[in-house]
């Protein structure tokens, strides 16, 4: 079982490995492609392994674009058990909630990291 933290920089996105989560935030102004979230998860695979459950936690600081239909390409990632999508913003809610349609995990919205990374470690733990 992982215990290190670890930072991955990517050109688009910034990764924070912990035990029980990854929190992702992508660079302002991207738009967040099928094969990028890829690269992502070569990385997610590589520290988590198949089995490790986890949450990724999307920490929404900048602006950037996704197509919500690719979050069903998660459905194949079994130990990636939850997303958690904060942000402080009304109109970004109002975008979270609508992806939260295409989400094929658990998803939960919060307003702070430190929310969303308590939600983790407890959803982790109970598993």
């Known amino acids: 079982?992982?215990?290190?933290i670890k930072?991955?920089?990517?050109?688009f996105t910034r990764l924070t490995c912990s035990q029980n989560y990854v929190i992702s935030e992508v660079k302002e102004g991207?738009?967040?492609t099928r094969d990028l979230f890829d690269e992502v998860l070569v990385i997610l695979e590589e520290y988590y392994?198949?089995?490790?459950?986890y949450i990724y936690?999307?920490?929404?600081?900048y602006d950037f674009?996704?197509?919500p239909v690719d979050y069903l390409n998660c459905i194949g990632?079994?130990?990636?058990?939850?997303?958690?999508?904060v942000t402080e913003t009304a109109s970004k809610m109002q975008t979270?909630?609508?992806e939260k349609n295409f989400m094929t995990k658990r998803t939960k919205i919060f307003g702070t990291l430190k929310e969303a990374i308590d939600w983790a470690n407890t959803f982790v733990e109970a598993q």
């Open 1 to 4: 079982m992982p215990v290190e």
């Open 7 to 11: 930072e991955y920089a990517l050109s």
């Open 30 to 32: 991207c738009y967040l």
């Open 49 to 53: 392994g198949t089995a490790k459950p």
């Open 57 to 61: 936690i999307s920490n929404r600081k």
């Open 65 to 67: 674009n996704v197509n």
């Open 77 to 85: 990632i079994s130990n990636m058990i939850g997303v958690a999508i």
């Open 96 to 98: 979270a909630n609508f």
